[in-house]
């Protein structure tokens, strides 16, 4: 019968007057904390879950870099986020550490008041040699995609045959440096990398680092999703569990993307992020800003809102900070809950694009 898509009723919205008075609502009552930037659409990976080679290629027209936000702007549009709620800044892109100067907007967002969490996600391709800038810069933390150790199974997903111990170099090289907690991704492929997840595990218990697996998901409309290739978390759980016992552990705070697990065994913590099979859009907290300023409320949104239009036409930031509230206020989005066969083809943003 294959795997059931789970039927999610509507979250009870919570009692006005919790948080912030400040604080933006969405139309389901959840805040905005948590704005991920992407500060590149470009990537020196091809992976193909997310920028398959065959449209990436060549003649892909990539965003001039004028049209890119600057520096300075992207950290004027945090300011605004932090009254509405944000503190959690995460930057992506693409591949984020390819952005030159990314160290400065990194030092420009850690000293802003209000942002006490800058992070920051990477396919560790350049982490090696940039980690020891970033954390004086300010980063406190990082997140490090790497969906296999076998060098010819990444190198199909990463499609550029990027070596896995340069990856593990740069994890190495973060957590020699202080970028602590480092977390692992590894986006889990059936008959591609499935494999590969007690490697995985095996490989990261002890070390302090948190492994979680991500449900392959139906993102943009480029990657030729199928249901029948997504690993059920619940499966990827029973795999590590029949050989390194785990139990549950409860979630940090509201809206934490990841299910939690440790080692009964006090060899660390693992998590997964099954977006496909438990979706968590009733606690998302979370906004997406593009390279070029177009802010997205879900990772599967079908439109953004220019923001670019209104910094660059020196529009106040109360103006940007009621246009802020009226995006996040008249926001429904739940598209995980929502998904179907239906919702598979919808012209919806690319992940390099919006980052993940
Ligand atoms: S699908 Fe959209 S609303 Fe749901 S958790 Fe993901 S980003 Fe949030």
Redo the contacts with the bound molecule.
Sequence with gaps: MGIQLPVVSAPARPSPGVGRTADARDTLGRPLRDLRISVTDRCNFRCVYCMPKELYGQGYRFLPSAELLDFEEIVRLVRVFVRLGVHKVRLTGGEPLIRPGIERLVQMLAGLDGVDDVTLTTNGSLLASKAAALQAAGLGRVTVSLDSLRDEVFGQMNDVRFPVSRVLDGIDRAAAVGLRPIKVNAVVKRGVNDADVLDLARHFRGTGHTLRFIEYMDVGHSNGWQLDEVVPAAEIVDRIDAIFPLEPVEAEYPGEVATRYRYRDGAGEIGMIA?VTR???GD?T?ARLSAEGFLYT???ATEGHDLRRLVRGDKEDEVIEGALRDIWGARS????ELRSSATADLPKVEMSYIGG
Excluded: V
């Excluded at 989005?333 to 995980?336: K, P, T, V």
């Design positions: 977006s979706p968590f859009c998302c979370r879900c990772l599967f989005d739940r598209y995980s």
